[in-house]
């Protein structure tokens, strides 16, 4: 997949409004891939719905996205299920991880289903986000900034042609974040894939390319 495009795309919950004033609903918009975007929100604008559409959990909203020329209501879910294993990667901003199960065993269940990255590379990645001594501690025992880089590191566990991370560093320090940036910045470039990162405040502070206010 090469290019996501919004055409004039809205969530049904604003339909019949008057105020909309936004780079993206209601806009032409187009992410390319292989490009770094920031999309900006305030509280109540429709950040997690845009995420969720592009991720097909949702299409409640007017208008067309588009992955390349086909448009994405007319997928089915199994083609959105190859989408996610092969083209998408999504960083949830509720993480979603396994309570139950380790920082290492999160990572691990999905990197055993792409079989993408090694055990040195995953290895290498809990030394450089420093929390190589919490890889065998149940997630559920974990600070919600540790838990982001579990779900960090899980995000680059396959391939993807987009990587869309929603707020991943709201509960990180400068350090934590520039470092998760820079692994992001470095398996991007290696895909030749495309960075489509939210926030409403703080964020990654990465080259992006352009900047989008919903």
């Known amino acids: 997949m090469n290019k996501i495009t919004l ?9 019949g409004r008057t105020d909309i004033c936004s780079d993206t609903w209601q806009q032409d918009v187009v992410f390319e891939r292989g490009h770094l975007y920031l ?17 097909g959990y949702r299409n409640d909203y ?25 083209s998408l990667s999504y960083l949830f901003q509720e993480l979603r991880l396994f309570p139950e199960l380790t920082a290492w065993e999160n990572v691990e269940v999905k ?40 779900a960090f590191m899980r995000a680059l566990c396959q391939p993807f042609d987009f990587i869309l991370a929603d707020e991943p560093v709201s509960h990180l320090d400068d350090d934590n974040s520039r470092i998760m940036g820079e692994l992001l910045m470095e398996e991007a470039n290696r895909q030749g894939a ?18 989008f206010r919903l």
């Open 39 to 55: 999309v900006e929100a305030a509280s109540g604008t429709g950040k997690s719905s845009l995420c969720s559409y592009l991720i």
């Open 7 to 15: 055409q004039n795309t809205l969530p049904r919950v604003f339909a």
């Open 111 to 150: 990197n055993q289903l792409t079989n993408h990255k090694t055990k040195a590379e995953i290895e290498a990645w809990f030394d450089r986000l420093g929390i190589a001594d919490r890889r065998t501690t149940r997630v559920a025992q974990m600070s919600f900034g540790q838990q982001q880089r579990v």
């Open 62 to 86: 007017e208008g067309d996205i588009l992955f390349d020329e086909r448009n994405i209501k007319s997928m089915k879910m199994w083609e959105w299920t190859l989408l996610r294993q092969h």
């Open 194 to 211: 495309g960075i489509i990162v939210t926030s409403i405040g703080h964020h990654m502070d990465l080259p992006y390319e352009k900047t």
